[in-house]
Structure formats: structure tokens, C-alpha cells
């Protein structure tokens, strides 16, 4: 008898920590964490690079947005890790022109650079 209602008691304890969420929904609330990255940007210049780096990364699936400091010559990124990581964040950078922590600038993204960001 005892034995039947613990039972019955863990069957009802299983269902109700599920209740109201699909198992869809649990996964994609676990995959829409953030993290936040901070990248060393040395070669940032000037305005006209601030605004260059950030629209690069403004263009890129997975980051939710990036706030770059010029004094410091950082970016303080927020991303999605399941679609996104910091390599690929440092690389969009480095597409864009610049050099992001130890990776280097794309040669001939930073030949498209306006002059003051040279």
C-alpha cells in the first residue's frame, strides 16, 4: 500500500516539474543564454573605426550587440554561445579590417579602411 502511494506520488511530482512547458520550449530557453566577451582591438584609431567594427558586427547571426570603447580600444560583445563563439566574433573583426586580441587584420580589408583608420 505504502509502496503504491509513494509510486503514485513520484509520477505526480515527474509530471508536474514538466508542466506548461514543451520540451522544445525548455531547449530553446536554455539556448538563448548570453556571454559577453571583451576583445582587444589595438590598431582602433579613430570614430570612423568604432563605427566600422561595429556595424561589421552588427551584421553577424548570433551576436546581440557589441559596444566598443575607444579609449580603452576594446569591444564588450554579447552573444548567443550556440550560434556563435569568440573566435568567430575576433574573426569578423579581423574581416573588417582590424587586429582582435592576437588575430590579425585582413590585409585587404584594412587597404579599404578610410585614411584616418590607417
Known amino acids: 500500500m505504502i509502496r503504491n502511494w509513494v509510486l503514485g506520488l513520484g509520477l505526480v511530482i515527474l509530471m508536474w516539474s514538466g508542466c506548461g512547458k514543451s520540451p522544445g520550449e525548455k531547449q530553446a530557453i536554455a539556448s538563448n543564454s548570453i556571454n559577453v566577451a571583451t576583445i582587444s582591438l589595438p590598431t582602433l584609431k ?3 573605426c568604432v563605427r ?5 558586427l552588427a551584421s553577424v547571426d548570433g551576436i546581440e550587440s557589441a559596444d566598443i570603447n575607444l579609449d580603452s580600444k576594446s569591444a564588450t560583445v554579447k552573444f548567443i554561445p550556440a550560434k556563435m563563439d ?3 566574433i575576433e574573426s569578423a573583426i579581423s574581416q573588417a ?6 588575430v590579425k587584420r585582413d590585409s585587404a580589408a584594412y587597404d579599404n579602411l578610410a585614411v584616418c583608420c590607417k
Open 52 to 56: 566600422t567594427i561595429k556595424n561589421a
Open 46 to 48: 579613430c570614430k570612423t
Open 97 to 102: 579590417g582590424y587586429d582582435a586580441d592576437k
Open 86 to 88: 569568440i573566435a568567430k
